[in-house]
């Protein structure tokens, strides 16, 4: 997370703005990331997830399977006809949670809810460095994008970078 810096208008000395509550809705958003314990809709959340993509065949642990399962719903999503579609919204929920979790297993990072100056997301998160990432986002940018074939390469990327710690 990137940290801004604001001048006091009367004495022209800068300091980092840091809201007391980021729930308020009044405060600030927070600069650096807040990091809380899942809530039990959350983690209902998750487990639907990962029992989607069971039902699926998909193995969470295989970055390969999770890849293909994405590749192969993006198309038979853009096939289908606007009335026989399925929610392109369920369809990123089900591929965030699969590579969120398998963040979880194959990294120092695990499930979290995050509050940053984006929002409010499910993300996983962890260590010293406060590194989130938000599979959501991962997954619904490349939806948009019609990208193909990026899962292993991305998500391996990430893995490479948090199994060392």
Known sequence: MA?????????????????ESPTR??????????????GVKE??????????LADDGVDIDD??????????????????????RESHDVIVERFAIGIGEHLARHTDLSWAVVTDAFGTDLAVAGGLDEFVV????????????AERGWVPGVVGHLVRLRAAR
Do not use: C, Y
Not at 3 to 19: H, M
Not at 25 to 38: F, G, K, M, S, T
Not at 134 to 145: E, S
């Open 3 to 19: 940290w801004f810096t604001r001048k006091d208008r009367q004495t022209g000395e800068r300091s980092v703005s840091r809201p």
């Open 43 to 52: 983690q209902q959340r998750i487990d639907l997830g990962r029992q989607a």
């Open 63 to 84: 970055l390969r399977a999770i890849g293909a399962a994405f590749d192969a719903a993006l198309a038979g999503w853009m096939d289908a006809s606007k009335r026989h």
């Open 134 to 145: 938000v599979p959501a986002n991962l997954v619904a940018t490349r939806w948009l994008n």
């Open 25 to 38: 809705p009044d405060a600030e958003p927070p600069l650096r990331p807040v990091i809380a314990r899942l």
